[in-house]
């Protein structure tokens, strides 16, 4: 599986960023794909996930109400976006996507794409 983010970004604290992920190869049966985060220092953490088919989403305590994540169209079924509003300076991370097992196990399955940077001034 590769995965390749892009959208990150410098953006002051209040605004808005959206992330897109591309994932290819084999993604499994479930193909259920979550975005990721790591900050400085800390471990890296999940921030939100979809379901194959988009109709079940779940996010981080931290994210909720500010964040939302969408799959790609039918031509594009394999991108994954994050639509990311009111961003806090502790939104600061490195933000990553991979394959999770499942909707109830999102432990990732895929080795790390480069990640995407974004970098909340307060």
């Known amino acids: 599986v590769q995965l390749v983010e892009s959208g990150g970004g410098l953006v002051q604290a209040g605004g808005s960023l959206r992330l897109s992920c591309t994932a290819s190869?084999?993604?499994?049966?479930?193909?259920?794909l979550a975005w990721f985060r790591q900050a400085p220092g800390k471990d890296r953490e999940l921030v939100a996930l979809?379901?194959?088919?988009?109709?079940?989403?779940?996010?981080a305590d931290s994210v909720k109400g500010r964040f939302s994540i969408s799959r790609g169209d039918a031509k594009n079924k394999n991108t994954i976006y994050l639509q990311m509003d009111t961003l806090k300076y502790e939104d600061t991370a490195a933000y990553y996507c991979?394959?999770?097992?499942?909707?109830?196990?999102?432990?990732?399955?895929?080795?790390w794409g480069q990640g995407t940077q974004v970098t909340v001034s307060s």
């Open positions: 991979n394959v999770i097992e499942s909707i109830t196990t999102p432990a990732p399955v895929a080795s």
């Open positions: 190869g084999d993604l499994g049966i479930t193909y259920t």
């Open positions: 979809i379901s194959r088919s988009g109709s079940i989403t779940n996010y």
